[in-house]
């Protein structure tokens, strides 16, 4: 069996420099966050020998996957998908390893803890004993009543990214010298402009409503109240609102002290049991791609 090490922070940059050893940073902070926990437990029972290592939020691995690709082509880096569009994720996954940009990889899915909301997957779990329809049943009731936050949510977030794109230019002293010449330089700043006429479409009531129902749309599959298999509200909703109640909900794990685990130790203990449980070839099947593509690049090297 794969031995995983655990670290508790940041790397050490001259370790960072010497070290030749594979590493995958992960999302999280410590060595109990959930993307570390669950993702060292289906390494590990793949016999995959890699350090895996949590990193803080996407947007820190993105940067350091991006600062360190071509000097450590034995680091790896795993994100969740978030706002990023198909076509970036396709990309990551079908040029990885690639150390002349990154050796990123991004879930399709939008949180790690999507991939739990399979229920035949998850219905496999030794610590639920009812039908899976029940299951079933008890997830729709929690993604349709909040279906409407995660469409509001997810204009929000596209207006934010929007925003954050627009390069920063500050004035030069001689453009700031008195109150005139200070406001006319933020009248005419192109910073200003480009986010006014970003913001200026969503304003437009008739255009935010047409948008929310596209996403609506995508997903619920313009069925409601939700459907099984209509729209993509299982993989693009987050997940970890739906996963933890379902969890909690559902699932009973009994300590050796008679006792029952709560809150996140049930969570991450149903999940970690689940992948050393099922036979990978049973289990997602991007669970199934990152294990074939770490364990192709530890052959490499």
Same mark, same amino acid.
Request: with cysteine.
């Given at each position: 069996?794969?031995?995983?090490? $655990?670290?508790?922070?940041?790397?050490?940059?001259?370790?960072?420099?010497?070290?030749?050893?594979?590493? =995958?940073?992960?999302?999280?902070?410590?060595?109990?966050?959930?993307?570390?926990?669950?993702?060292?437990?289906?390494?590990?029972?793949?016999?995959?020998?890699?350090? $895996?290592?949590?990193?803080?939020?996407?947007?820190?691995?993105?940067?350091?996957?991006?600062?360190?690709?071509?000097?450590?082509?034995?680091?790896?880096?795993?994100?969740?998908?978030?706002? =990023?569009?198909?076509?970036?994720?396709?990309?990551?996954?079908?040029?990885?390893?690639?150390?002349?940009?990154?050796?990123?990889? $991004?879930?399709?899915?939008?949180?790690?803890?999507?991939?739990?909301?399979?229920?035949?997957?998850?219905?496999?779990?030794?610590?639920?004993?009812?039908?899976?329809? *029940?299951?079933?049943?008890?997830?729709?009731? =929690?993604?349709?009543?909040?279906?409407?936050?995660?469409?509001?949510?997810?204009?929000?977030?596209?207006?934010?990214?929007?925003?954050?794109?627009?390069?920063?230019?500050?004035?030069?002293?001689? *453009?700031?010298?008195?109150?005139?010449?200070?406001?006319?330089?933020?009248?005419?700043?192109?910073?200003?402009?480009?986010?006014?006429?970003?913001?200026?479409?969503?304003?437009?009531?008739?255009?935010?409503?047409?948008?929310? =129902?596209?996403?609506?749309?995508?997903?619920?599959?313009?069925?409601?109240?939700?459907? $099984?298999?209509?729209?993509?509200?299982?993989?693009?909703?987050?997940?970890?609102?739906?996963?933890?109640?379902?969890?909690?909900?559902?699932?009973?794990?009994?300590?050796?002290?008679?006792?029952?685990?709560?809150?996140?130790?049930?969570?991450?203990?149903?999940?970690?049991?689940?992948?050393?449980?099922?036979?990978?070839?049973?289990?997602?099947?991007?669970?199934?791609?990152?294990?074939?593509?770490?364990?192709?690049?530890?052959?490499?090297?």
């Amino acid at each position: 069996m794969a031995k995983i090490q $655990v670290s508790t922070g940041i790397p050490n940059a001259e370790a960072i420099k010497q070290s030749n050893q594979h590493v =995958l940073y992960v999302e999280g902070n410590g060595p109990n966050s959930f993307d570390h926990q669950i993702i060292s437990e289906l390494l590990s029972d793949q016999d995959i020998s890699i350090d $895996v290592k949590p990193f803080g939020p996407a947007s820190r691995i993105q940067g350091a996957a991006q600062a360190l690709a071509q000097h450590h082509p034995t680091y790896y880096f795993l994100i969740d998908r978030d706002h =990023l569009k198909d076509s970036e994720i396709e990309e990551c996954w079908s040029n990885f390893p690639n150390p002349e940009n990154h050796n990123l990889l $991004v879930w399709k899915k939008r949180e790690l803890e999507n991939y739990f909301l399979d229920i035949p997957f998850l219905s496999q779990s030794e610590f639920y004993k009812k039908p899976s329809d *029940e299951l079933y049943e008890k997830l729709l009731r =929690l993604a349709q009543a909040r279906i409407y936050l995660d469409v509001a949510n997810m204009i929000l977030t596209e207006i934010r990214e929007q925003i954050k794109g627009i390069d920063f230019t500050r004035p030069k002293p001689q *453009e700031c010298t008195s109150k005139d010449s200070a406001l006319i330089f933020l009248r005419e700043s192109n910073f200003i402009a480009q986010k006014r006429d970003i913001l200026q479409a969503y304003i437009d009531n008739k255009y935010l409503e047409t948008l929310f =129902l596209e996403k609506l749309e995508l997903l619920t599959g313009g069925q409601e109240p939700l459907k $099984v298999g209509e729209g993509q509200w299982v993989n693009l909703m987050q997940g970890k609102e739906l996963l933890r109640p379902l969890i909690n909900d559902n699932f009973r794990v009994i300590t050796t002290n008679r006792t029952y685990l709560q809150g996140d130790e049930r969570l991450k203990t149903v999940l970690k049991r689940l992948v050393k449980q099922v036979q990978l070839d049973n289990q997602p099947h991007d669970f199934q791609n990152l294990c074939g593509l770490i364990k192709k690049q530890i052959a490499k090297k």
